[in-house]
């Protein structure tokens, strides 16, 4: 896993890196390594997470196949101090100045 640094921002890497970390599953992996688990609890426990998987399979594979509504997406919103211009690889001055012909 990688993460990039701006602007020696490390609050906002630490961020990028929780928001990863959740959503590959590991906090869930390291809670669960705390302490023993009984076999029924795991089992039961495993065929939740297989049904829960089956089911989103198959809400997406209707959503594709346009049988249920596509979920709707949320608007954008810039953040306070984000750039609301498109990326311009000669820099933010190169914009602003017109160039001499």
Known sequence: MKIVVRDNNV???LRVLKKKMQ???LFRQ???GEAF???SEKRVREKAE???RAR???RK???REGLLPMPKLKPRVPRPGQNRTPFNPEGPQAAAIPAKV
């Open 30 to 32: 390291l809670k669960q």
């Open 61 to 63: 594979k209707l959503q």
């Open 11 to 13: 609050e906002q890497a």
């Open 37 to 39: 688990e009984k076999p």
């Open 23 to 25: 959503r590959e599953g």
């Open 50 to 52: 297989a049904v829960r």
């Open 56 to 58: 989103k399979a198959q």
